[in-house]
Each structure stands twice: as C-alpha cells, then as structure tokens.
C-alpha cells in the first residue's frame, strides 16, 4: 500500500475503543484530544475510555483465554508473524503517524518500525520454543515434570517515547506465551496502537485476545483492573513514580508485574578511548529519539585528560542536528513530547547554569508554536546540579572530568537508577572490570546503541524490575508448574 499523506492517514487510523476485538465508542461517548508537538494543534479526538470499558476489556479477556492458551503455539506465531508482515507494508504508515503524534524526526519513526516489529517476528519464533523439563526425583521416588503455562490476562501501560515499540515489546511475548492482553496506551499516543490493533484484527486475532483502551483518565481506568482477582499480570513503561505507584497496588493484589522505569545513564569516555569513536556513540546515545528514551546518555564523564578534545568534537556534531517539526525532511531533531517536558528541561538547564555549568551549545529554546528545545551541551556541571540527579529525557548532554578509574565509576553509579551504562576505551581489561562495577541492567562498551530485540532489556534500583526482549522476555509472561509423577 503507498503512503498516505497526514490527512488521509489520520482518517484512517479508528479512533473508537479496540474491545476484545471490537471497535466501539467510550462508554461515556467522550473523547480527547491528540496534539502535535510541532504545533501543539489537535491531530485527532480518541474515544476517552471509562472504567466500565476496561472491565468488558477484561471479561472478554477471562473469556478468550482459555481458548487462547489452547491455540497451538505455531498458531500463535503465524499470527505474529503475520502481522509482522503487515505491518512492514505500513512501515511507512506507521512512521509518519508516530511522528505526528510523539513529534520525532521521521528518520527516528523509521527506525523504530523497524525495532518494534522485530519483537513480533523474534516473539513469533519464541512462542514455539516455550518449553518445561523433565526430572527423575533425586530419591528415585518418581519423575518431576516441569510445565510452563501463560500467566493469565494481563494489562500493559505503555509510555509515549516509542509508542509502537513499548507496545510490541509487551503484545508480543504476551501473545506468543498464550495470555490476552489489555493495553493502556499514553494518552499523548494513542494512535499508533490503535492502528496496530486494526492490523492485528485483520490478521485475524481471535475476538477477546486484545484490547487497546486510550484514555485520559490512567488512574482511573486501570485502577479497578488492578483490584481485580482475574487480572494476572501488570507490565509498566514509564516515569519511577507512577512506576512506584502501580507496584504498591500491583503488589496488595500480588500481580506478577514488570516494571521498565527512569533511567540517568552514564556514559564514561576513558582517557585511553578512541576519541571519535566515542562521540558518535555519545550523539547516538546522547540524541537517539531526541534523548527521549529511558536508556539515553545524560551524564558525560569524561578524562580530564581528553575533556577539551572531546567536548570540542560533541559539539560540532551535536551543532549538526536540524531542529524542527519531525515530518520536515531536513529534521534530525523533533520537538519534545508536551509542554511540561520541554519545561522540565528548562529548569534543569538552568539550575545547571546557575551553578556553573558552562553552556558549550544551546540552552536557549526558539521563539513560535511547539515544544523544541535545541541540542545542549554543558561543560563543568557542578556535582550538586539537579540534572546529573533527575532524568531530562531532552536533547542535553550534561558533562563532567574525572582523574581515576575510581572516581569514574563513583560518579558513574551516583544515580538513583540503574537502567543503561555506556563506556569507552580500548582496553578490554578495564571494559570488563568497569561493566562488572556499574549499577545497571544494560551496558553499552565502545557502542551507542544497546537495544536489541535478542537482549533482556530492563534495569535495577529505581529503574525497575523484570526484562523485555530476549529468551526472558516470554519468561515474564509464563508461570512455571510441576507434576510430580509416580
Ligand atoms: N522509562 C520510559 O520509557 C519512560 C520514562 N518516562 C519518564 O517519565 C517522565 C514523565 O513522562 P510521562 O509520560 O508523564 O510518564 P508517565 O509515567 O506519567 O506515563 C507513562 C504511562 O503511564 C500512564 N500513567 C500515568 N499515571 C498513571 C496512573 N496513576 N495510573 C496508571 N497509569 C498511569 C500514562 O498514561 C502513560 O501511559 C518523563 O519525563 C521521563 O522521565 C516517560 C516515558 C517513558
Ligand atoms: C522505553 C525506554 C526507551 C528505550 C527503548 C529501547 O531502546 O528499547
């Protein structure tokens, strides 16, 4: 199918609620408004789900999933894999509407068409490897059989960074596991998935198996799920607060739960490096999605020795960016999701500035409609500044020197979070016993990019619990029983 232009595309994209299969209006007939980041205008009005929504959403979830957990495990594959397929037609579709909604420069949306349907086709080819063992009893008493089953209905909350991929990452191990699923996407993007449940029901998932509920109301749509007996499983992307929030009320109902959160990562420039290596995997780490991602470089932690070097070369390249709205071609850098984002880095910048930090590119955000903020580099942040603390989750490269193996990993692991780590150096030695001492789930040697759909993504401390991706992405969806045989 050839490409729509914007208009035709958000014609096309359903609007109402996907229930179970169906596509129905909210509950209550009320809708919100979807906005473009490059304008702030209304792209669209969603039907606004309500509670009482989300609990049909879950009976015809209880009520497809037997039949679901049944489906042979090839069946459950072809689907995926189906529309894998279906989706790939639409690449094109598919960029232009995240773009639209979420405001990242199309090149971005590309991209992560191409990451987020990668989980669909590596998830379809894992549903047929689930697999338990068997074990004679150690007392030769009898065998122990070892089953994995799906866990049950499951409800996903999904961020507005990569809005078709932290919706694949979870659809798709949850399917191929056999569970049925109820997806809350973020109230700024819900248009991506509701155009991939539209796929979905063409590739002919059965009715009840999925349901993707927009909404504006978060707490209150997901809150009596959350309470309810027959809901198996909560998996959350998004800030460490509502992250903590969901687990308190995850946790009185005892829900299996994944928790993909905040991140800060560090990124260590040893003095031993190659220096430009390293800052293409600075740009890359540091801008990749706008900076809008949980695993983006924030904190630059650089050699003294080879600071001035590499400051100097970071700033050219970062001063190459085009910011503007995502669909213009010549972007490489979109707007920034909403206003209160581009606020949060504001302040951040300014309190580094107020004690400091020396601006080297940016800080300054351009006059007219839309939430930009240009690509940032700050030299001599100060220790006590609130940006090596807080997520900026922009475009803003905060930097600092160290003298010693020591101190770079000190300063590396001064984070609340524990998500991703970026170091580089030539020295294998060092990569090794420096990856040992970080604090994250993910660490990224002499590389920008780390994501994989072949890799258990996920972090520690206050960047959550559980992995997404990899052989123990399906874990997550699976319960482990044993029969003990005579
Ligand atoms: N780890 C990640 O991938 C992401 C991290 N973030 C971080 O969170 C910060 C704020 O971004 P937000 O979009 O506001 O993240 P958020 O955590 O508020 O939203 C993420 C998802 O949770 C939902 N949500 C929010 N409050 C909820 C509640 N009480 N009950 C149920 N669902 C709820 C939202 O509708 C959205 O679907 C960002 O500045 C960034 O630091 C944001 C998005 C993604
Ligand atoms: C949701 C956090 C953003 C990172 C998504 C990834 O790189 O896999």
Same mark, same amino acid.
């Given at each position: 199918?050839?490409?729509?232009?914007?208009?035709?595309?958000?014609?096309?994209?359903?609007?109402?609620?996907?229930?179970?299969?169906?596509?129905? !209006?909210?509950?209550?007939?009320?809708?919100?408004?979807?906005?473009? #980041?490059?304008?702030?205008?209304?792209?669209?009005?969603?039907?606004?789900?309500?509670?009482?929504?989300?609990?049909?959403?879950?009976?015809?979830?209880?009520?497809?999933?037997?039949?679901?957990?049944?489906?042979?495990?090839?069946? %459950?594959?072809?689907?995926?894999?189906?529309?894998?397929?279906?989706?790939?037609?639409?690449?094109?579709?598919?960029?232009?509407?995240?773009?639209?909604?979420?405001?990242?420069?199309?090149?971005?949306?590309?991209?992560?068409?191409?990451?987020?349907?990668?989980?669909?086709?590596?998830?379809?080819?894992?549903?047929?490897?689930?697999?338990?063992?068997?074990? #004679?009893? !150690?007392?030769? @008493?009898?065998?122990?059989?070892?089953?994995?089953? /799906?866990?049950?209905?499951?409800?996903?909350?999904? !961020?507005? @960074?990569?809005?078709?991929?932290?919706?694949?990452?979870? =659809?798709?191990?949850?399917? +191929?596991?056999?569970?049925?699923?109820? *997806?809350?996407?973020?109230?700024?993007?819900?248009?991506?998935?509701?155009?991939?449940?539209?796929?979905?029901?063409?590739?002919?998932?059965?009715?009840? *198996?999925?349901?993707?509920?927009?909404?504006?109301?978060?707490?209150?749509?997901?809150? /009596?799920?959350?309470?309810? #007996?027959?809901?198996?499983?909560?998996?959350?992307?998004?800030?460490?607060?509502?992250?903590?929030?969901?687990?308190?009320?995850?946790?009185?109902?005892?829900?299996?739960?994944?928790?993909?959160?905040?991140?800060?990562?560090?990124?260590?420039?040893?003095?031993?490096?190659?220096?430009?290596?390293?800052?293409?995997?600075?740009?890359?780490?540091?801008? %990749?999605?706008?900076?809008?991602?949980?695993?983006?470089?924030?904190?630059?932690?650089?050699?003294?020795?080879?600071?001035?070097?590499?400051?100097?070369?970071?700033?050219? %390249?970062?001063?190459?960016?085009?910011?503007?709205?995502?669909?213009?071609?010549?972007?490489?850098?979109? #707007?920034?999701?909403?206003?209160?984002?581009?606020?949060?880095?504001?302040?951040?910048?300014?309190?580094?500035?107020?004690?400091?930090? %020396?601006?080297?590119?940016?800080?300054?955000?351009?006059?007219?409609?839309?939430?930009?903020?240009? +690509?940032? *580099?700050?030299?001599? *942040?100060?220790?006590?500044?609130?940006?090596?603390?807080?997520?900026?989750?922009? /475009?803003?490269?905060?930097?600092?020197?160290?003298?010693?193996?020591?101190?770079?990993?000190? +300063?590396? @692991?001064?984070?609340?979070?524990?998500? +991703?780590?970026?170091?580089?150096?030539?020295?294998?030695?060092?990569?090794?016993?420096?990856?040992?001492?970080?604090?994250?789930? =993910?660490?990224?040697? @002499?590389?920008?990019?780390?994501?994989?759909?072949?890799?258990?993504?996920?972090?520690?401390?206050?960047?959550?619990?559980?992995?997404?991706?990899?052989?123990?992405?399906?874990?997550?969806?699976?319960?482990?029983?044993?029969?003990?045989?005579?």
């Amino acid at each position: 199918m050839g490409s729509m232009d914007t208009s035709e595309l958000i014609r096309s994209v359903p609007t109402d609620l996907f229930l179970g299969g169906e596509w129905v !209006p909210s509950g209550n007939r009320a809708t919100f408004p979807v906005h473009d #980041p490059a304008t702030g205008d209304v792209l669209a009005e969603v039907a606004d789900a309500a509670p009482e929504d989300a609990m049909r959403a879950l009976d015809a979830a209880v009520a497809a999933g037997r039949d679901w957990a049944a489906t042979p495990p090839r069946e %459950r594959a072809e689907l995926l894999r189906t529309v894998w397929s279906k989706i790939s037609e639409r690449a094109d579709d598919f960029a232009l509407l995240m773009t639209l909604e979420m405001g990242k420069a199309l090149p971005e949306s590309r991209s992560e068409v191409a990451y987020g349907t990668e989980f669909l086709r590596w998830f379809s080819e894992e549903a047929v490897r689930i697999a338990g063992r068997y074990t #004679p009893a !150690p007392a030769g @008493n009898g065998r122990i059989l070892v089953t994995k089953q /799906p866990v049950g209905p499951c409800l996903a909350i999904t !961020p507005w @960074n990569f809005p078709l991929a932290m919706g694949t990452r979870k =659809i798709a191990p949850a399917l +191929a596991a056999g569970c049925t699923m109820l *997806v809350k996407p973020a109230s700024e993007t819900p248009l991506t998935l509701l155009l991939l449940a539209q796929i979905f029901a063409e590739a002919g998932l059965p009715a009840g *198996v999925l349901s993707v509920l927009p909404t504006s109301r978060a707490g209150d749509v997901t809150g /009596p799920l959350l309470e309810d #007996p027959r809901l198996r499983k909560l998996t959350f992307t998004g800030s460490t607060a509502v992250g903590r929030a969901l687990a308190e009320k995850a946790g009185r109902s005892l829900l299996r739960t994944s928790l993909e959160l905040g991140g800060n990562a560090p990124f260590v420039v040893f003095d031993d490096a190659d220096l430009d290596a390293a800052v293409e995997g600075a740009v890359a780490a540091k801008l %990749r999605n706008g900076g809008e991602a949980c695993t983006a470089a924030n904190r630059f932690h650089v050699a003294n020795s080879v600071r001035e070097e590499f400051v100097t070369k970071l700033t050219e %390249r970062m001063a190459s960016y085009r910011l503007g709205p995502g669909t213009d071609p010549d972007t490489t850098l979109g #707007p920034l999701i909403n206003e209160n984002q581009k606020k949060t880095v504001i302040e951040l910048v300014e309190d580094a500035v107020a004690g400091g930090a %020396r601006v080297r590119l940016g800080g300054e955000t351009p006059e007219g409609p839309g939430w930009f903020y240009p +690509a940032t *580099v700050l030299d001599d *942040v100060p220790r006590s500044a609130r940006i090596l603390r807080e997520e900026v989750f922009g /475009p803003v490269a905060a930097v600092t020197g160290f003298d010693t193996e020591d101190e770079a990993i000190a +300063a590396a @692991n001064d984070t609340e979070y524990g998500l +991703a780590a970026y170091i580089f150096t030539r020295d294998l030695d060092r990569a090794l016993r420096v990856s040992d001492a970080l604090e994250s789930g =993910i660490v990224g040697v @002499n590389r920008g990019v780390v994501s994989d759909v072949a890799a258990p993504f996920g972090g520690i401390k206050s960047s959550g619990v559980g992995r997404e991706g990899g052989t123990e992405g399906i874990e997550e969806y699976l319960e482990t029983k044993y029969i003990a045989l005579r």
